[in-house]
């Protein structure tokens, strides 16, 4: 009988032995790769239609994100209220979203239903049209929100610190203005659509409760399109950083806070410093409870939230410390984030936080198996950046083991003042 005046017994986190469930894998008749997570117990899926047409391969600014988010706005045959309201009548949801790298469309819904669906998701990546009033409406609202956006100072230290790391020409670094929307013509619109959708690398990802006949029914339905797959992407997209490391923008006279960015480049997933520097980067500024927010936050009282987090891309990568503060000890709050660097380069972190940082991390990824809409969006990540099965283990393995003095080497190599661009927009 159970004994409810003891307390049960506490299990760390790093104590689980975790697994990634193992994924099914299709091809389609026309070399389209299928991954798919058969799980869950709701009668619900998700599909994502990865397509390689992001920023990377346009021609000029915005174009990709317009193409993407006009697939749905009219077909030869249906008006865009049409399709949208196909989707409401099954209760499902269809989103697409534009990438550096990659564009996707993604749905959710009944799995019952994709029968009723999936003929709408090939009319969309098959017979968009782009009609000239929908451009029309998407120019006029994308400049409207940029316009809102350009008074916070949070966006513009977004966009200019890309632009320092990368370059302002770099996929990466490159930011829109409102003239690129004036200039936007339909006719780049269906080029790029024709490219990069038509006849461009697709890969899908499906995940839930899978109806017994998906890969028939991808199949039947995207196995005879002019696809490919998506193996062998190349970007030659040059970084052209800036030179002067330091930088201070006023973008609103009247404001009463600052948005610090301070930022560097870190080397990406396949190098062997990556999966360490993941542990360093959450004691660093990575959770809650991490050093950056028990000084500047919690002691300080300088700012409500800051973190530090590694941007990752496909193919480059960069350390980025975030916050907002006010503007009259944004240039303190700078040298305190200074301060931490430099007690990481000269102290071991103890045991303790040490093991707390395990625990949050390790709790964190079981967080992320939970379901299989989690399980498909990790296997996602590990697909689309070239890593295998082993990349997991091996980064769980780390966090469970790393010694202190390992992360103080890493913190004496990487975290020096330095190497960090430094940006304040006020």
Known sequence: ???????????????????????????????????????????????????????????????????????????????????????????????????????????????????????????????????????????????????????????????????????????????????????????????????????????????????????MQLNNLFGDLTLNNHRGIKYTHAVEPAVVLKHRISNDPNGVQGAIRIARHFPGRHHPDYVKNMMLNTVFGGFFGSRLMSNIREDKGYTYGIHSYVQNHLQDTAWVISTEAGKEVCEAAIQEVYKEMQILREEKIDEEELLLVRNYMIGSILGDLDGPFHLIGRWKNIILNNLTEEYFYHSIDTIKNIPAEALQELAQKYLQPESFYELVVV
């Open 1 to 215: 009988m159970l004994n409810r005046t003891a307390a049960p017994p506490v299990k760390d986190a790093i104590d689980f032995n975790l697994r990634l469930k193992p994924y099914d894998h299709f091809i389609l008749n026309n070399g389209v790769e299928v991954y798919a997570i058969d799980a869950g117990s709701q009668d619900v899926l998700q599909l994502e239609l990865v397509f390689f047409a992001g920023n990377s391969a346009e021609d000029a600014n915005a174009v990709a994100a317009a193409t993407n988010h006009l697939l749905k706005n009219g077909t030869s045959s249906k008006t865009a209220f049409q399709i949208n309201e196909h989707f409401e009548y099954y209760g499902a949801y269809c989103n697409r979203t534009c990438h550096n790298e990659t564009a996707t469309i993604s749905l959710h819904t009944l799995s019952k239903y994709l029968p009723q669906l999936l003929p709408v998701v090939r009319e969309m990546i098959t017979d968009s049209i782009f009609p000239e009033q929908e451009l029309a409406v998407y120019t006029q609202n994308s400049k409207q929100k940029l316009s809102v956006s350009l008074k916070k100072c949070d966006f513009v230290a977004n966009r200019l610190i890309d632009a320092y790391l990368y370059g302002n020409h770099h996929p990466y670094g490159k930011y829109i203005s409102a003239s690129d929307y004036d200039t936007l013509q339909t006719v780049q619109l269906k080029s790029h659509f024709k490219q990069h959708y038509l006849n461009g690398r697709c890969i899908i990802f499906v995940a839930g409760k899978l109806p017994p006949d998906i890969f």
